[in-house]
């Protein structure tokens, strides 16, 4: 059985709820696409979380909840002494900001323990991370991710890396940037987004971030523009744009970007080609974009 992996945070989600009352989730950058990707991908398909969680009652709440939607939890261990992070989602007009209480948070701790990150990234065919999976760790924990990587890569798995650009995560943008480029070498497939990459790495365009993500050594990019022309590109041919896709007026932008990687990543390793996929994952992310909160029971994909 084929198996997708995602390696990253999964935090308590606060969102509005009306009335001035708030209601509590589980999301994260990493667990969202791992969850639309379980929604869309085969059943001959596994896919597993890997994470650190704490010893708390509502670790055990998280762990169950990604158990049921049907993804594995084999792969999450547990700290001593930390809990989940968290978030609060604040709206404005269907675009969303965040505050963030993440400072005890366990997944900083993922790569402290190297034969935990050996066992969580053993027999993966894909594995799914993002620049908040790395701006959570601490350099060396950064660097023994990259490694363990390279290493999965050698005995055939594929990477997949979503920058995720997240200034506030990270020390200055310097280190931000050098060490997005440095998981981009060592990544297959490249999905940035790129609003954020012009705002730090200065591309023109969706086609620039597409060539400069090819140059370090990507065989696929495909790069999302915020509802505009996305660019597809493959490792020997000239990035091209995507045709436009419809648009909505969104409700709740959370999880959009996550929920497209889950429905493009699903119907790319189907067998769909770079287009179809990109309608695929679109069609995921119109949905999501169409409710509150980051992810949509099963029932409603």
Known sequence: MPRFVAIGECMVELSQAGNGLLQQGFAGDTLNTAWYARACLPEDWAVDYA????????????????????????????????VPGLYLISLRD???????????????????????????????????????????????????????????RLRGARVVFDPNLRPKLWPDIATMCAETEAAARIADILLPSHEDEASHFGDAGPIATAERYLSLGAAEVLVKNGGGQMVAALAGEPPHNLPLLPRVAPIDTTGAGDSFNGGYLSARLAGADQEQAARAGH????????????LLSLSQI
């Open 283 to 294: 069609g995921v992310a119109m949905r999501v974009v169409a409710h509150h909160g980051a």
């Open 94 to 152: 269907g675009e969303r900001s965040f505050i963030y209480w993440r400072d005890r948070s366990a997944a900083r701790c993922m790569a402290d323990d190297p034969a935990w990150l050996d066992a969580a990234l053993a027999g993966a065919d894909v594995i799914y991370l993002s620049g908040i999976t790395l701006a959570i760790l601490p350099p060396e924990g950064r660097a023994l991710l990259r490694e363990r990587l390279s290493q999965a």
């Open 51 to 82: 994470t650190l969680l704490g010893r708390d009652a509502l670790s055990d709440r998280m762990e169950e909840f990604i158990r049921a939607a049907g993804i594995g939890t084999g792969r999450i261990s547990r700290h001593p002494e930390r």
